[in-house]
T-cell receptor, first 111, second 113 residues
Framework: EAQVTQNPRYLITVTGKKLTVTCSQNMNHEYMSWYRQDPGLGLRQIYYSMNVEVTDKGDVPEGYKVSRKEKRNFPLILESPSPNQTSLYFC??????????FGQGTRLTVV | GEDVEQSLFLSVREGDSSVINCTYTDSSSTYLYWYKQEPGAGLQLLTYIFSNMDMKQDQRLTVLLNKKDKHLSLRIADTQTGDSAIYFCAESISNFGNEKLTFGTGTRLTIIP
């Protein structure tokens, strides 16, 4: 089944403790990206990747890192999480100018 | 510029049709999407329409696209209680390789028994 898989689905962590949210897709898509969803602000793009080893900032990249060492994986790294990064995170993938598919979401709480 | 607007709330009686409207501003969008989000859940791709189409029908769902007015609508026929959710309109614009989606704020659909 074609899908985008994120892990974990839920995470509660403390301020400053490094964490990684994984994202994997099995559709051989070149393009992957991360969004965060916040009440009243909708979904905003954090980072995106056009292909392996090609990444760039989206609209709200501060406090996040990404890597794209393999085509199927696009992890989101929070080196020093802060409470304002409490949010619902979505990974997405698509072919170039293709349909975008989203993962199930990761609900992150930073205390 | 990119801006997608939707009304925040819609209430419909069970069995009636629901029509959710969306306006967008960027005429270079490639795809326009409707996503459904149930409470505590992720984004479910409901349907999409390519920007050179006017209409797409998929079972109970009908999408209408008016490119001249930059207006997109989603009609759900025979609305059921399971259709209660937030519906997001989104446009995708391919910009130097960034296949970014711009989302509306979502329309919360409530079904009245």
């Amino acid at each position: 089944e074609a899908q985008v898989t994120q892990n974990p689905r839920y995470l509660i962590t403390v301020t400053g403790k490094k964490l990684t949210v994984t994202c994997s897709q099995n559709m051989n898509h070149e393009y992957m990206s991360w969004y965060r969803q916040d009440p009243g602000l909708g979904l905003r793009q954090i980072y995106y990747s056009m292909n392996v080893e090609v990444t760039d900032k989206g609209d709200v990249p501060e406090g996040y890192k990404v890597s794209r060492k393999e085509k199927r994986n696009f992890p989101l790294i929070l080196e020093s999480p802060s409470p304002n990064q409490t949010s619902l995170y979505f990974c997405a993938s698509s072919l170039r100018q293709g349909i975008t598919f989203f993962g199930q979401g990761t609900r992150l709480t930073v205390v | 510029g990119e801006d997608v607007e939707q009304s925040l709330f819609l209430s419909v009686r069970e069995g009636d049709s629901s029509v959710i409207n969306c306006t967008y501003t960027d005429s270079s969008s490639t795809y326009l999407y409707w996503y459904k989000q149930e409470p505590g859940a992720g984004l479910q791709l409901l349907t999409y329409i390519f920007s050179n189409m006017d209409m797409k029908q998929d079972q109970r769902l009908t999408v209408l696209l008016n490119k001249k007015d930059k207006h997109l609508s989603l009609r759900i026929a025979d609305t059921q209680t399971g259709d209660s959710a937030i519906y997001f309109c989104a446009e995708s614009i391919s910009n130097f390789g960034n296949e970014k989606l711009t989302f509306g704020t979502g329309t919360r659909l409530t079904i009245i028994p």
